[in-house]
């Protein structure tokens, strides 16, 4: 296990929002790709969305695009992840990770955080 820890899920209504926050030790935010993954029970971790801090350039998948932002403090070296219009298919423990150039997780998998949206 890695020393990245996401925190800040919990428990969210149908249409709520929630901020989630990684803590990244070891690498500087500015020099690496990084991204967003979740886990569904039963389900194999995806990622769903990733950003270059170099230029800013942002990638999502299709079921969090338009109501989730990943943006990363390079001052802070912390990543966050502020989801809004949040759905029970968007419940699962969600991850950050450094990318490789192909936008593959590069650390062990470190703490992750459990999203939990009630219909």
């Known amino acids: 296990q890695s020393d990245l820890a996401a925190s800040g899920g919990g428990l969210v ?6 901020r989630l926050s990684c803590a990244v030790p070891g690498f500087t935010l500015a020099d690496y790709a990084v991204g967003w993954f979740r886990q569904a029970p039963g389900l194999e971790r995806e990622g769903i969305a990733c950003i270059s801090s170099s230029d ?12 989730f932002t990943i943006s990363a403090d390079v001052a802070r070296n912390t990543l966050t992840l502020q989801m809004n219009s949040l759905k ?13 150039n192909r936008g593959t997780p590069v650390l062990p998998w470190g703490q992750g955080t459990q999203v939990t949206v009630s219909s």
């Open 13 to 18: 209504h149908t249409g709520g929002s929630a």
């Open 56 to 67: 800013d350039d942002t990638y999502y998948a299709n079921s969090v695009k338009g109501r």
């Open 88 to 100: 029970p298919e968007d419940s699962g423990v969600y991850y950050c990770n450094r990318l490789t």
